[in-house]
């Protein structure tokens, strides 16, 4: 297993460019399997994940090509099974089941199981897809789906939580070849469901209202071939800002876009970070001493729960007092251990994280626990003195195109290792 070495107290500066989206390319993906004509899909981010979705594609019978981030994709024949284990170990390969439902009537996905973030059910997906007409059964760790007929209808999506992201895909995308009408409300507004509704639109689907929460989808018969470029990923933007305002550095973000990421900019702006659109660069600067600012994460166009951690790990560096609450996934807070090794002061309470903000960080081994965790304990390891090592960086190698690099062209001494583990007790 590899870890990061990082050197900290060193100010980012520079430029870096940002990759494709990673959850707007997952199911776009997936939805390559819709058409037995060839797809075309360009700025597709190099990650474990990406490369994991093409390999369950490939074992569907897809033919599938990645290079220079760019990916042919083309299913003309495909079977409803996909190997279990591929699909057991990412939880984003849920949202093959709604493109086979729509293209064969039938699905067989293994059941996702939880993950350290937290529960995360899939109910709303099935429901979708019942009201569609599709039976489902669950035994043996498997999830099937059949319909003789798939037939459009209005439906309800919202959960406990509000709405669901991969569930709207997944919807979206069985009802694309269902007979008649599907209107799903509360459905999720989030960029990347923008996204996968134009590459819907493109392969000649019939979708009104995506970044709403009221979705119309009327049914074709049939769906052919096309080519598409992903949206830059924010989740990576948000990152690099953050990273930017830690380090009390002056990064200019490429390639990224701002309109996705308002209630970011919002909190950081609260916080004396400057973020200023300059052409086609986004300007990121310290106004001036942090200040501490509460978060609660929501759906979008709210504050991100994949941004939680990383903000945390910014505000320990704020003096005072910020209360950070998660309302997406409950448990996602594994990364407040870690931050503590480095010498933050974070105490939970229910659903919120309390920071008591403002003490220097000073390097320690830590251990990645998620993707986002992986993240925030990388931005906490650039502010701190002394040395950080972060182990079990697989979780971030999932999410975050040549991470290290990238810090590295902005004057960070980061440095992937081979991990020595030191046990801990
Ligand atoms: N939920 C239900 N029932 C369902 C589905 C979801 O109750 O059937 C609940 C979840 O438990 C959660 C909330 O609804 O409380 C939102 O979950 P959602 O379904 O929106 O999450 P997701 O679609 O499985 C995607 C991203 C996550 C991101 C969330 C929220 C992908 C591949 N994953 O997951 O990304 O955190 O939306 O924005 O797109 C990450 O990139 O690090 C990551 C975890």
Redesign the pocket.
């Known amino acids: 297993m590899e870890s990061f070495l990082i050197k900290g107290g060193v100010p980012l500066r520079g430029t870096v460019e940002i990759s494709g989206s990673?959850?707007a390319a997952?199911?776009i993906m997936a939805a390559t399997l819709l058409t037995s004509e060839p797809c075309v899909i360009r700025r597709v981010p190099d990650l474990s994940d990406t490369r994991f979705m093409a390999q369950i594609l490939a074992s569907l019978g897809a033919e599938v090509k990645f290079e220079n981030g760019t990916l042919n994709i083309h299913a003309r024949k495909i079977g409803t099974y996909a190997d279990y284990e591929l699909v057991r170990k990412m939880?984003?390969s849920i949202c093959i089941m709604g493109p086979l439902l729509g293209r064969l009537r039938q699905a067989r996905v293994s059941l996702p199981g939880g993950c350290i973030?937290?529960?995360?059910?899939?109910?709303?997906?099935l429901k979708g897809f019942a009201a569609l007409g599709a039976k489902i059964q669950i035994a043996g760790g498997y999830i099937d789906a059949t319909a003789k007929k798939l037939i459009g209808t209005p439906m309800f999506l919202g959960?406990?939580?509000?709405?669901?992201?991969?569930?709207t895909a997944n919807v979206m995308m069985a009802a694309t070849l269902a007979d008649g009408v599907t209107v799903i409300e509360s459905a999720?507004c989030?960029p990347?469901v923008v996204d996968l509704a134009k590459f819907l639109n493109a392969l000649g689907a019939k979708i009104s209202g995506a970044g709403s929460p009221t979705i119309t989808i009327t049914g074709v018969k049939n769906l052919h071939g096309a080519e598409h470029e992903v949206i830059p990923d924010r989740?990576e933007t948000a990152t690099f800002m953050i990273a930017a305002a830690a380090t009390n550095g002056e990064v200019a973000i490429t390639g990224a876009q701002p309109d996705h990421l308002r209630a970011v900019i919002d909190k950081l702006t609260e916080a004396q970070v400057s973020v200023q659109r300059r052409g086609a660069k986004l300007l990121v600067r310290r106004k001036g001493r942090l200040k501490s600012v509460d978060v609660t994460t929501l759906?979008h166009s709210g504050f991100?729960?994949?941004v939680q951690a990383q903000m945390m790990a910014l505000l320990t560096l704020a003096p005072g007092i910020s209360i950070i609450t998660e309302r997406?996934?409950e448990a996602r807070f594994m990364h407040v251990s870690e931050l503590a090794r480095l010498g933050a002061d974070i105490e939970i309470e229910g659903p919120s994280a309390i920071v008591k903000g403002g003490r220097p960080l000073s390097g320690a081994p830590v251990m990645a626990s998620?993707?986002?965790a992986s993240a925030a304990l990388v931005i906490a390891g650039l502010a701190a003195k002394g040395t950080t090592q972060v182990n079990r960086i697989y979780h971030l190698d999932r999410?975050y195109e040549r991470m290290d690099e990238k810090l590295r062209k902005l004057g960070a001494r980061i440095q992937r290792i081979e991990e020595k583990v030191q046990e801990r007790g």
Do not use: M, Q, W, Y
């Not at 973030?117 to 997906?125: D, E, K, S, T």
């Not at 959960?159 to 569930?167: H, I, K, M, P, Q």
């Open positions: 990673k959850n997952l199911p939880r984003g973030i937290g529960a995360r059910p899939i109910n709303l997906h959960g406990r939580a509000g709405s669901t992201v991969l569930g999720a989030e990347e989740i759906p991100p729960t994949d997406i996934f998620d993707l986002r999410g």
